[in-house]
């Protein structure tokens, strides 16, 4: 407003109104800013999938993973029955559900996700006459290993103690096992890292690879053998200098079984199990644990690099 403006009879009056419409131009905008903050602020909402009626039995439970491994029912309209890990929508069931128990659950399937949610878990405990789910707690980092008894794909006698020196990755497989998603990707994850072992002579003197078989009856060592170089590629030329497989008698197999956390329970003519793998430092202690199939070979070769670099 110009000075001789204030001259005016009705200056006071213009002012008044130029002031007004300001106040009432910022309470707009504040207004509109508020909408937009409150906006922005609303919480996203859940995602969308389609959902399933689940029903199974719990295989092991994986508190550090937040997920249950499941022998499920085929679920209708989706896929047929199998054993699985599942992540859980509420962590609860994680500190009620225990090997054999009963679990229903609905399946909710997303673009790029999949969970379970509504979880109920019944008949706590293994129901009378079936068959026992072999499981402990996990072991933790520092937990030293046992010296337990194994026999190799040569037939010859193995001790844990004996890898005391170098890293050392174990896992568990059975080579009957007819999902690509558990023995079959385990095996395939350890053939990676072996041919980067193969490539890399002074990583090669730094870990070792065994795969250990849970189903003894079967898993001769002649049959280990086969199975192991067919995953090499080496055939007859494989002398299992990085990788081995070995077995050993039903009870020592339980005893390993149960210090890794690791589940199985027979299931007809196939073994329902959990997935487990353990990398253990030189000094014969527990280094990490992967647990399931979500976790890659580059993973684990950083993981034994970092460890000898510390």
Known sequence: M???ELNTPFAPLRLCVRFF?????????????????????QSKPEKQG???????????????????????????DLMEGMTMP??????WPLDVAKPGDQIQATLVVADDSF?????????????????????????KAGDSVPNFRLVNQDGKAVRMAQYQGRALLLTFIYTRCPDPEFCTLMSTNFAEIHRELLKDADLGKKIHLLSIS???????????????????ERFSKENFEYW??????????????????????????????????????PDGKIVKLYSGNEWKPAEVLRDVREMFEK
């Open 2 to 4: 110009r000075i001789k």
């Open 50 to 76: 389609k959902r399933y009626e689940l029903k199974g039995t719990v295989v092991s439970v994986d508190r550090p993973g937040q997920s249950i491994m499941i022998s499920h029912e085929p679920v209708k």
């Open 244 to 281: 081995e497989f070995a077995t050993g008698d039903a009870e020592e197999v339980k005893k390993i079984a149960q210090f890794f956390g690791f589940s199985y329970m027979p299931d007809k003519d196939q073994i329902v199990h959990s997935l487990q793998t353990a990398l253990i430092g």
């Open 21 to 41: 419409l300001a106040k009432t131009q910022r309470r707009k905008v504040i207004l509109l800013l508020i909408a937009v903050l409150l906006t922005a602020c």
């Open 115 to 139: 969970w379970l949610e509504e979880v109920v878990v019944v008949n706590k405990g293994a129901q009378p006459g079936a068959p026992a789910i072999e499981n402990s707690s996990f072991p």
């Open 214 to 232: 849970f189903d003894p009856a079967y898993d001769t060592p002649k049959v280990l053998r086969s199975y192991g170089a067919a995953h090499t």
């Open 86 to 91: 599942f992540k859980l929508k509420d962590s």
